[in-house]
């Protein structure tokens, strides 16, 4: 008799009644010990420098599956576009394997309901949002808080016949299985903590990223960031949701060749405002990482601010009052006072922000020339927004071979705003830190400075 492949017999599939092919050996087989089946299913999300995505969803079996043959099309995600289908070891996608009890179904993060924040109309009388016309308010104010982030949740059918590892093979089904769990790619690598400042009475939550590894017996840098008004939120992890500027420092890449603590502050009030003032939050922040310097083992020769808007603006406040503090600042968008900012003159910064944010680009401007004619080694260059990594990188080494310790880019006027979107109100603005924390060797550049020291290049 010819043989046959396990696409040349029509069988019945479950209780849907879809008609898939499989194999005679490959049947008996499973008839005789029973199909493997999806037992579960988990969201998947990722953050993007614009906010978090459900970006796949991984189907649980109760037996390994084969990686080879699986298609796009084995399976559907209601309302998604599905863009890639392979195996597992756990709900991980880093953990891909030939085989495996999870199917990681990889989703386009580019569908129109990928993004999980929500903007809400704001109800409370009297108060604006934190990314409204005006400003976002006074320091220490308590905003509208305008954004949430949906719970993803995601709704999978296997309508392919996939090939269990065992030989048998697991048949098609049109029983839709709903998300149970959720696996929030490096967010959930962080800690949710509170501190209780005994100097100014003041409660703070945070995030902290331990090293996977940390070892007491070593010394490692922390990275402090700060997020915007826009973020301004009383849930924890708001921070973590909003954007790279947290989560990029810890990412798996980055912690391979940089180990490091992150520290991401979660602020329920205006932390910095337009009139170059703080809340007392600046100073709270300061004690909880002597706090936790004290606690593990981090170097404070290494101790590193950034932070996008608000939080760059107390970043600048930051190493104005505390100018031995850090050895080396990441200022993302962010403006001050030019007659305060004298002490900047001295430290390793690099500045980032675009020529259309009408209010920091101007601000920027301002401040560097007080520090220029303090005397600081400045060096300037102007990049573009759409540039691919490997062009971040060339024009990166150009400026840097000048070999500053201070180094002021700017974005090219509308090479920040995504095809589509308007330049208008705040675009200029928010758009800036959606690429500035994806800039790889802005990273490196920051680990490379030392307290006290040169930069060792």
Same mark, same amino acid.
């Given at each position: 008799m010819k043989s046959h492949t396990r696409r040349k017999f029509l069988v019945t599939g479950g209780a849907a009644g879809l008609l898939v092919a499989i194999g005679v050996p490959a049947l008996a087989r499973t008839l005789a010990r029973g199909a493997a089946r999806a037992t579960a299913a988990t969201a998947v999300t990722e953050v993007f420098g614009d906010g978090i995505r459900l970006t796949a969803v991984a189907v649980e079996y109760d037996a390994p599956v084969r990686g080879d043959g699986l298609t796009a099309s084995d399976f559907q995600v209601e309302g998604r576009t599905v863009t890639d289908v392979y195996t597992s070891t756990s709900a991980n996608p880093a953990d891909r394997a030939d085989a495996g009890r999870f199917v990681i179904v990889g989703l386009s993060?580019?569908?129109?309901?990928?993004?999980?924040?929500?903007?809400?109309?704001?109800?409370?009388?009297?108060?604006?949002?934190?990314?409204?016309?005006?400003?976002?308010?006074?320091?220490?104010?308590?905003?509208?808080?305008?954004?949430?982030?949906?719970?993803?949740?995601? /709704?999978? $059918?296997?309508?392919?016949? !996939?090939?269990?590892?065992? +030989?048998? @093979?697991?048949? %098609? #089904?049109?029983?839709?299985?709903e998300t149970s769990r959720v696996e929030n790619l490096i967010v959930d690598d962080f800690r949710q903590l509170e501190f209780h400042d005994p100097a100014t009475g003041r409660t703070l939550r945070y995030n902290l990223f331990v090293p996977k590894d940390?070892?007491?017996?070593?010394?490692?840098?922390?990275?402090?960031?700060?997020?915007?008004?826009?973020?301004? /939120?009383? $849930?924890?992890?708001?921070? !973590?949701?909003?954007?790279? +500027?947290? @989560?990029?420092? %810890? #990412?798996?890449?980055?912690?391979?060749?940089?180990?490091?603590?992150?520290?991401?502050?979660?602020?329920?009030?205006?932390?910095?405002?337009?009139?170059?003032?703080?809340?007392?939050?600046?100073?709270?922040?300061?004690?909880?990482?002597?706090?936790?310097?004290?606690?593990?083992?981090?170097?404070?020769?290494?101790?590193?601010?950034?932070?996008?808007?608000?939080?760059?603006?107390?970043?600048?406040?930051?190493?104005?009052?505390?100018?031995?503090?850090?050895? %080396? #600042?990441?200022?993302?968008?962010?403006?001050?006072?030019?007659?305060?900012?004298?002490?900047?003159?001295?430290?390793?910064?690099?500045?980032?922000?675009?020529?259309?944010?009408?209010?920091?680009?101007?601000?920027?401007?301002?401040?560097?020339?007080?520090?220029?004619?303090?005397?600081?080694?400045?060096?300037?260059?102007?990049?573009?927004?759409?540039?691919?990594?490997?062009?971040?990188?060339?024009?990166?080494?150009?400026?840097?071979?000048?070999?500053?310790?201070?180094n002021y880019v700017t974005f090219a006027p509308g090479t920040v705003i995504p095809p589509g979107q308007s330049a208008a109100g705040a675009s200029g603005h928010r758009n800036t830190w959606r690429i500035a924390y994806s800039i790889a060797p802005i990273r490196e550049w920051i680990f490379r400075q030392h307290r006290g020291q040169p930069d060792p290049q």
């Open positions: 993060p580019g569908d129109d309901n990928a993004l999980l924040a929500e903007k809400l109309q704001l109800q409370r009388a009297g108060q604006a949002s934190p990314g409204g016309a005006g400003g976002p308010g006074k320091a220490g104010d308590i905003p509208a808080y305008d954004t949430v982030y949906r719970e993803p949740r995601a /709704s999978v $059918v296997q309508s392919g016949v !996939l090939a269990a590892a065992d +030989g048998g @093979v697991i048949p %098609a #089904s049109g029983h839709a299985l940390y070892d007491p017996e070593k010394s490692y840098p922390l990275v402090l960031f700060m997020h915007d008004a826009g973020a301004t /939120s009383d $849930v924890t992890r708001t921070t !973590l949701f909003q954007g790279l +500027g947290a @989560v990029a420092w %810890a #990412s798996p890449a980055d912690q391979a060749s940089r180990p490091c603590f992150v520290l991401a502050p979660q602020f329920t009030e205006i932390i910095a405002d337009d009139d170059s003032r703080t809340s007392d939050a600046l100073d709270t922040t300061i004690d909880l990482i002597r706090a936790l310097a004290d606690e593990y083992g981090i170097d404070r020769d290494r101790l590193y601010t950034t932070g996008q808007s608000g939080g760059c603006m107390l970043s600048i406040a930051m190493d104005i009052k505390y100018p031995d503090f850090f050895a %080396a #600042s990441f200022l993302v968008a962010g403006q001050w006072d030019p007659a305060l900012v004298k002490p900047l003159a001295r430290q390793k910064l690099w500045i980032l922000v675009s020529q259309d944010d009408a209010k920091a680009f101007p601000g920027q401007n301002a401040i560097v020339d007080v520090l220029a004619q303090e005397g600081a080694k400045i060096s300037r260059a102007t990049w573009d927004g759409t540039w691919s990594a490997a062009q971040f990188r060339e024009a990166f080494d150009a400026i840097d071979a000048e070999g500053s310790p201070i």
